[in-house]
């Protein structure tokens, strides 16, 4: 894989709509570490935009959005606090 | 002859149940288990806390609105034996079944967020709307934060409706100006819609009520009175009403046709659960990306009858009646006598009409008329 950071948990939640991806990650960060990287993949195309608003508002960190194929998108986030 | 097993004697239950014992006169034994013997009409909790609705007509005894074919049991499930193809209840005795249908619902969990049980109020059970309306009836002035405390919830618009309506009680007993009201979501908008935020989110501004959105309830204080969110912030108030994180029936919580949550993996179409072609699940319960509505389970209902009905009588499906596509309608209050309507599908995302006084008098009617039409199955 091309990410040089360890992605603790990776969460699918393809084929789950807005605001299923959103909910998911909001759910796996709460039970994450502070430190740890968490992925989620989606399809939504409405993620683009909520996923790294809610990173920023929430005060963690957005590593950064990558294709995984199709209309999936993989979304990369640390625990920061 | 077939056995089927009906669990959940709410709108979901009750309506299936009676259709089936419709198309199915003599050829099976439906049986339906609820926990409770009376049948609940929720939607009207909604008025309750501002005495627009007193909560004991707002249930009926569930033996009188089922079709005399079928046999009630009323018990709880305690758990599922899946290879025995059998249920068991509480009381200890097992209920055999060659069809299962799933309507067991969904429940608040209001002890799923630390403090919230304490602090906070909600009209989410007949209870709880009742000691609202009490708070509510004793108010004077004060902040009031309402707002959702967890998604999926059951009928995602009632939190907009009840604030819609909280801004007109309050107005008419002359304690809007005295009354800070703040609405949270916990996503970037007011609903999770985009459609129903877009016509919400102004009529919120308009009425004066603060929006606090990217609202993540963590925990409630109820010492300080504050609701602090997952991320970052914490609002003060003097009455907090959270609708409570939901959950499926306990017996299905770590089961196989349910994840960790209890919600039933359904086929969105068909509604069969996964892996289990003769178990099916309807409502609430199940883990569809579609509203937790009484419309749902309404619209949802005819499609797993056909199925059933015509694996018994050997027939193919009637293609008309065989699949669901997502189908649900709601009506939303905003105050003041006036209402709009959301019908939508799994593909097809509602466009909201304004508000006008038709709506609210169509859901006012549909309020009294549900006893006779729906859980009958007339319409
Ligand atoms: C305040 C409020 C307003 C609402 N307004 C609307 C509205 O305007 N329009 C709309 O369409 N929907 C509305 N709803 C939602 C609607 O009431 C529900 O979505 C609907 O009742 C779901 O039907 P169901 O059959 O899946 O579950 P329910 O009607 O909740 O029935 C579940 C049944 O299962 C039984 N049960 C649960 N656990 C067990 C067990 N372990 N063993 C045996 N039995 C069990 C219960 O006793 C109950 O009979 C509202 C809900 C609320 C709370």
Redesign the interface.
């Known amino acids: 894989m091309s990410n040089p950071v360890q992605i603790s948990k990776e969460i699918d939640a393809r084929g789950s709509f807005c605001p299923g991806p959103l909910m998911e990650l909001i759910r796996a960060v709460k039970a994450a570490n502070v430190g740890e990287v968490i992925a989620v993949l989606s399809g939504d195309p409405g993620s683009v935009k909520d996923i790294p608003a809610w990173v920023t508002k929430a005060g963690h960190k957005f590593l950064g959005m990558e294709d995984a194929g199709g209309e999936v998108k993989r979304f990369i986030v640390r625990k920061a606090r | 002859m077939k056995r089927i097993l009906v669990l959940g004697g709410g709108t979901g239950g009750t309506l299936i149940a009676n259709l089936l014992a419709k198309k199915l006169k003599n050829e099976a034994q439906i049986t339906l288990v609820s926990a409770s013997s009376r049948h609940l009409y929720q939607p009207g909790w909604l008025y309750v806390p501002f005495g627009w609705q007193d909560p004991r007509a707002l249930s009926r005894s569930l033996k009188s609105l089922l079709n005399k074919r079928v046999q009630l049991e009323i018990g709880k499930v305690d758990r599922l034996d899946l290879p025995a193809q059998a249920v068991v209840l509480e009381e200890g005795n097992t209920l055999y079944y060659d069809y299962l249908v799933v309507a067991t619902g969904s429940r608040v969990t209001p002890e799923d967020v630390p403090g919230l049980a304490e602090g906070a109020h909600h009209f989410y059970t007949e209870e709880a709307a009742w000691k609202l309306h009490a708070v509510l009836e004793e108010w004077q002035g004060g902040r009031i934060v309402v707002g959702v405390g967890g998604?999926p919830h059951k009928c995602p618009v009632a939190p907009l409706e009840f604030t819609f309506l909280l801004d007109e009680y309050l107005t008419r007993r002359g304690l809007r100006d005295k009354t800070e009201i703040t609405y949270t979501y916990?996503?970037?908008r007011v609903f999770?819609i985009?459609s129903v935020a877009e016509v919400a989110e102004p009529l919120l501004k308009e009425r004066g009520v603060k929006i606090e959105t990217?609202f993540?309830l963590?925990s409630v204080d109820p010492e300080k009175k504050l609701a602090i969110s997952?991320?970052?912030s914490s609002l003060p108030y003097d009455l907090l009403v959270m609708i409570p994180p939901h959950r499926g029936a306990q017996f299905l919580e770590g089961s196989p046709i349910a994840d960790a949550q209890g919600w039933v993996y359904t086929d969105r179409t068909t509604l069969q659960v996964k892996d289990y072609p003769n178990i099916y699940a309807l409502g609430d319960t199940t883990n569809l990306?579609i509203s937790k509505a009484g419309s749902t389970a309404h619209f949802e209902a005819p499609v797993i009858a056909e199925h059933i009905a015509a694996e018994i009588q050997g027939r193919a499906v009637d293609l008309q009646h065989a699949s669901y596509n997502g189908k649900v309608t709601c009506f939303l209050e905003t105050g003041y006598g006036k209402a709009s309507i959301l019908a939508f599908d799994y593909d097809h995302p509602p466009k909201p009409p304004a508000p006008s006084w038709l709506y609210h008098y169509e859901k006012m009617a549909f309020n009294k008329a549900y006893w006779y039409l729906v859980p009958t199955g007339v319409i």
């Open positions: 998604l916990p996503i970037n999770s985009e990217f993540n963590e997952l991320e970052g990306p």
